[in-house]
Structures are given as C-alpha cells and as structure tokens.
C-alpha cells in the first residue's frame, strides 16, 4: 500500500548517535482529556462567523479525548497537539491522499543528488510569515541547523527527523541544499516533519543551550507560516486556529478551526450528535463499541479503516534488572505469549473492530508488514508445557516458583489506553491458567515512563507493562527504530538492545532500492518477534465519525486528521 512511494517519516539516528534517539513522546496513547470548562461558551466561540463580504466564514469544530498538552513542538507530547502545530507552521513536504504520496509543501521542488547524499529545494516565492515577513531558505535553514546541533539535548525530542543531516546551507532566499554523511532511504518524508520556524522570532530563544526553545510561549500573537494561525489557546482544553491569508497553498473553505477537549469519549459523541461539534479525532473502537450502528441512525457518517494504533505489552528484558530474572529467558516470554487470548481481547475490547496482533510493524503498512509472522495462539496447554519443562513447579496457591520467587507481577497499565484495563483483566486472566499471578496498576503517562524506566532511568524494577502506540508515519522506521540500542530511554520500553538487530537498522535506513529494503525490514520484525521482547496484542482499526455539515474528510489508518496532510483540511468543504 505504502511501499517505496512514502519513504516514511520518523527515523531515529543509528547506534551510536546517542542522544539522538530520546524520541518525542508524540504519539503515546497516554493520559484522557479533560472536562472543558464553561464548555458551551467555548463552542460558542468555536461558532460560525457571519459572513462578511464576499467571502463566507465556515468553521470546522472537532472533538477529542486526548488533550492537547503544548502547542510548542520541542515539547509536546499529544498526537492531537502535533496536528495543530502542523497546521500553524510550514513543512519542506507533505505525504498526502490515501496513500501518503510524497509532495513539495514550502518547497516548489528538489532534486536529490546521484550519491544521495545531497538535496537541493527551491522553495516558493509567496510564502509569508503571519506578520508579513518573507519566509525565506534562511528560516529553514536556521530550523534545520538548530536541531542538528541541539540534538542531544533541547531538541531532542525532533532530532530524529534530521538524523544523517551534517548541515542546511542557504544559497539564496530561494534555494537550500542539505547535505547528509550518507544516504537516508526516506530523507524527504523525515523533512515532512520539521516544521519551519521563522528565525527573527526564534534565535534568541534557540542561543546557548537551546533551553529557550523549551519555554517559549503559545499565545495569540506567536508568529506562524502554515495554512493556520492561532487565534485562542487555552492549554489542554481548547485551540482555535483562523486562516492564514498569506498562507502560501491552495486555499481552504475552512476559515476556523477549533479543537475542543471532552472529559470522556460519550460526551463528545453526544456533542457529535447534538451537532455542537463536527467531527471527532482519535476516535478508539472502545469508545464508540456497540454503538457505532447508533451512530449512524443520528445522521452521523462513520467510516473505519485498517488503522496505526497497536496495543503492545512490554516486558523488561534488561539483563541487569534485579527481581524476575525469569523474565530475561525468551521461552518464559514465549510461554506467557501463548496464554494471552488475542482473539477474545479483539472481540470484548474492540468490538471486532482490529485484529489480533503479531510483528512490530503493522498490516496497514502494506507491503512492509511481514504476513508470515502470525500471531501466538491461545494454548494453555503449551504453556504450561513449557513452563514445567523449566521446573518452574506450582506452589500451594497454585502460582509457580522461579528463582524462589511467586511468579507474580505488577503490570503497568497507562490509564489513556483505551480499553486498557479490560486488556488486562483479559491477560490475566490466561496467566492464571499458567501459574502466573497479575496485579494491575494504572498510570498516567508521566508516571509510566517513571515506572517503565525506573530508578533513575536504570530499567532495574519495572517487569511488565501495557501501553497502545500512534507512530509518526506510515513508513516502517516509525516503529523499527523504537527497540535500537539507541532508543533505551525513549521508546524502548523493553530496554531490548540486540546489536544484530541495530545492524540492520542501519542497513535499512540506508538501503535505497525498496525490495532490497524491504527484505532487511523482515529480518529486522522475525527477529524481534521471536524475541518476544514485545508482544503485540492487537492492531486497532482506525475510525472517524462526523456529521452532514461538512464533506470531503479523508479517512486513512490514522483517522481523518494527521499530521503529514495538508488536503485532509484543505478538501473539507460545507456539505
């Protein structure tokens, strides 16, 4: 589906660019939004305009549960928030239309060099920043260098997104060069989120160590490029956005954006249904369950979607964790696999709206899913098979022993995980039948990469953890690059570092020809999955649901709204 016409867009750096891969925590599914405040004021505000003049104001209201933590891209952490951002700032590229298409965004186009280690953009002339200034290649050129040389600290969190960049030269207001130390198989789709910022505004906060960028702040008067400016911001509740009329693209019938916060997902579907909002974003089969049929008897249009969220459980395979060492042996790891009833957690926790899960990259990632990995049974019998021929023997509560130890662990459970403690109640329930005692406890996201990481970001404590993930993109490197050596302390929920598998890593990323690629990245998935490190749980189909008002929504594995389009907003126009 997505194959070599994507070239991705989330990358990390290789084994031994550390620091590098201290990846944003974007696309956690973390934390639930909260109650709006004076809500029906703010919806109001979100409102439609009058008409004025010739041209007609339309506004597109949408709903979330997830809130929107920062506007601010050096530290944000929601995936709703990265939409926005995207939104207010320009971007080299794009990947547009179902099939994520790379495209020019600021840049009118480029040209790769034959080693491919150089590309040039000539970028639009009639970009403007929102207060008048002429976007120019020394913007880009500034937010490329800067992340570059703060990547091991300040901009952490995006460096990913320039991994390989040696330096960005301005030749002219029109014409940048970026020059790489080697080839970088999806390098245009990985500049497709950096989004440009203008450099007369954010030099000084981006002086010294960059600790500036961190704090800089979100208000109506920041200064933005993209098809959007921000008109109210209300952290974690609301984020109206107006047209940018100096915005370089096509233009929009959508002359103001707002994104509201719901408490819980029957309050915004209600809202849905009352039409006080249009649309809904991140929508979770959980949420909407047996009532998507409801749905569509209220006028509201509900479309579904092989989607990017998976449900992941994570063991702690750090070779030097100080209690359940039982867990660092793979064949404990492959028995407890083989006690979780996937099909039953697709049934109950998604309504048969997903499908059990089995290699780390997904099936709505095309070619690049390995569909020869399928997913481990539920087989008590086997498991049990394979713990007693451990000697790991029952107790008189009937939970086994290893290393003079109950076989009883303290699962993590990220309280945002929709469905989450359902899930568990689900493996637990298989692990009893195997001797294995489960006590859930349920955590914000902070508090769960504490508790992952835990002490001190040392992996010493931690032994199992259940957390779903968003990736940045369709491309198979969004979620390859989570279990590098390099990415313990981000991603890596696992602290797996396996230097045959960074190995290949490397080779992939700096693979060109797609089939030759493509082969890499099914080594790269066999070996994880027989590592069962990780286990997937399920793949979790993606939904939209919006009202007659509008049309022209895209729907994608993402949902209607992402942060790598420019036509999921540009196409919506009133019904």
């Known amino acids: 589906m997505f194959d070599d016409r994507t070239r991705g867009v989330a990358e990390t750096a290789s084994p031994g660019d550390k620091g590098i891969t201290r990846r ?17 004021a703010l919806l109001t505000a979100c409102g439609e305009g009058s008409g004025s003049g010739e041209a007609k104001k339309h506004t597109l209201r949408i709903g979330l549960t997830s809130e929107m933590d920062s506007l601010n891209p050096f530290v944000q952490q929601s995936a709703a928030a990265v939409i926005a951002t995207h939104l207010m700032f320009p971007t080299l590229t794009r990947q547009e239309g179902s099939e994520f298409t790379l495209t020019p965004d600021l840049a009118e186009r480029y040209a790769v060099s034959d080693d491919g280690k150089k590309i040039t953009f000539t970028l639009r002339t009639n970009g403007k920043w929102s207060d008048a200034k002429p976007i120019t290649a020394e913007d880009v050129e500034f937010t490329i260098n800067t992340l570059v040389r703060l990547k091991s600290s300040a901009a952490a969190l995006l460096a990913q997104y ?7 030269v301005a030749e002219d207001a029109k014409t940048l060069v970026v020059t790489y130390s080697k080839p970088i198989a999806n ?13 007369h505004v954010w030099t000084a906060p981006a002086a010294g160590d960059g600790a500036g960028l961190k704090s800089f702040t979100f208000n109506e008067k920041v200064v933005c490029g993209g098809q959007f400016v921000l008109e109210k911001y209300t952290p974690k509740q609301i984020v109206l956005l107006k047209e940018h009329r100096d915005w370089y693209g096509a233009k929009q019938s959508i002359t103001t954006l707002g994104f509201l916060t719901f408490g819980s997902p029957d309050a915004m579907l209600k809202a849905l249904e009352t039409s006080q909002i249009d649309a809904v974003a991140l929508l979770s089969p959980s949420a909407v369950g047996a009532g998507v049929d409801k749905l569509r008897t209220k006028n509201i249009k509900v479309e579904q979607a092989p989607g990017f969220v998976m449900n992941n459980l994570y063991f702690n395979v750090n070779p030097k964790k100080t209690k359940h060492r039982e867990l660092l042996d793979p064949k404990v790891r492959k028995a407890l696999s083989l006690a979780i009833d996937r099909e039953r957690i697709v049934k109950v926790v998604l309504f048969e709206m997903g499908r059990p899960g089995s290699s780390l990259v997904y099936p709505a990632m095309g070619d690049w899913h390995d569909s020869s990995i399928t997913p481990d049974p539920f087989d008590v019998a086997a498991a049990n098979s394979i713990l007693d021929d451990l000697g790991y023997k029952r107790g008189p509560d009937g939970i086994r022993i290893a290393n003079s130890e109950p076989m009883s ?68 490197s969004a979620v390859l690059d989570h279990f590098i050596t390099d990415s313990i302390g981000g991603f890596n929920n696992c602290h797996y570092s396996d230097p045959e598998y960074d190995r290949l890593y490397v080779e992939q990323n ?61 196409d919506i126009r009133p019904a």
């Open 409 to 476: 662990y303290t699962v993590n459970l990220a309280s945002g995980l929709a469905g989450g403690s359902r899930i568990v109640q689900i493996i637990s329930s298989g692990w009893e039948q195997v001797g294995v005692k489960v006590t859930s406890r349920t955590l914000d996201a902070s508090a769960m990469i504490d508790a992952i990481s835990a002490p001190d970001g040392k992996y010493l404590t931690n032994d199992v953890a259940v957390w779903g993930f968003l990736p940045a993109s369709p491309d198979p």
């Open 24 to 40: 944003a925590m974007l696309f956690r599914l973390g934390a639930g939004g909260l109650a709006v405040a004076g809500l029906p």
């Open 510 to 570: 700096a693979t060109l020809d797609a089939a030759a690629r493509r082969e890499k990245v099914y080594q790269m998935q066999r070996r994880f999955f027989d590592a069962r490190a990780m286990l997937a749980l399920c793949y979790v189909d993606a939904l939209s649901a919006s009202g007659s008002k509008f049309t022209g929504y895209h729907m994608s594995g993402f949902g209607p709204f992402n942060a790598i389009s420019r036509d999921q907003f540009t």
């Open 162 to 168: 320039v991994v390989g960049i040696t330096e960005a």
């Open 187 to 199: 390098a245009l789709a990985l500049l497709s989120r950096v989004v440009i910022l203008p450099k």
